[in-house]
């Protein structure tokens, strides 16, 4: 399966003084990614708290390579790198559409949570079956190998 990707509009209160997207709001953009591929493989927010836990963003690299600007369509991608015990890597790229010029690149550490406890935990077995099928764990997207 190829990376999930969503596509989002530049909206023009979320730019800077110089008008280009502010920085803290690129990781709203990919957070938005990470959800929209986490419900499309069936787990929303409600089938976390069924199955007990969350994941919770632990660190995060981003490479700002150019900028958006205010009216942008941007094509945000995202994909597993890895998933082992509590942690999951999940990548992601930012370009702006149709041109594909790449904006950004970013990694990020995701923990699972006990919600009973506040705790990491190993990530439970449905998650990584879901989650590595559906990704098939590739270093970087297929277009981009």
């Known amino acids: 399966m190829q990376p999930f990707a969503i596509t989002l509009r530049v909206r023009r209160y979320e730019v800077d003084v110089l008008g280009h997207v502010n920085n803290a709001v690129y990781q709203h953009y990919l957070e938005q990614a990470a959800v929209e591929h986490s419900e499309q493989l069936g787990f929303s927010y409600e089938r976390y708290r069924q199955i007990g836990g969350i994941f919770v963003l632990r660190r995060i690299t981003i490479d700002y390579l150019r900028p958006a600007l205010a009216g942008d369509l941007l094509r945000v991608t995202t994909w597993i790198g890895q998933m082992r015990g509590p942690r999951a890597v999940r990548h992601y ?9 790449l904006l950004l690149t970013a990694e990020a550490l995701w923990a699972w949570i006990d919600l009973a406890t506040g705790r990491p ?20 997207p297929p277009a981009e190998r």
Do not use: K, N, V, Y
Not at 121 to 140: C, K, N, T, V
């Open 121 to 140: 935990r190993p990530i439970p077995a449905e998650l990584l079956q879901a989650f590595l099928a559906a990704d098939g764990s590739p270093e970087l």
């Open 93 to 101: 790229q930012i370009h702006r559409a149709p041109e594909q010029e």
